[in-house]
């Protein structure tokens, strides 16, 4: 499975963004799907994950109300809706693929990142 990110960008405090990312493979149906996120100088964060039909979602508790994850397997893609941005969500942002876990070690695939950038 290959991972493509985009639909990262500049934005202000409390506008919203989608990410996407497109997978390829025959296989991506099989495996859950999450979003991590690094912040420069930082460690990569769990921000959301979503299971193999989407009957399950998680999010981490900095996020929980203001984005939504989603996956549409008949086009193999996955996404992030983010609202209501704030200034601390400016990170790198990187979807994932294998067994749903909040750990970024238990996943086999990633996308490169897509820069999200929220100014104050």
């Known amino acids: 499975v290959q991972l493509q990110a985009s639909g990262g960008g500049l934005v202000q405090a409390g506008d919203s963004l989608r990410l996407s990312c497109t997978a390829s493979?025959?296989?991506?149906?099989?495996?859950?799907a999450a979003w991590f996120r690094q912040a420069p100088g930082k460690e990569r964060e769990y921000v959301a994950s979503i299971t193999q039909i989407g009957s399950g979602r998680d999010y981490a508790d900095f996020v929980k109300g203001r984005f939504s994850i989603s996956r549409d397997n008949a086009k193999n893609m996955v996404y992030l809706q983010m609202n209501s941005l704030k200034p601390e969500d400016t990170a790198v942002y990187y979807c994932a693929a294998g067994p749903s876990s909040i750990l970024s070690r238990a996943y086999d695939y990633w996308g490169q990142g897509t820069l999200v950038t929220v100014s104050s």
């Open positions: 493979g025959r296989t991506f149906q099989r495996y859950s």
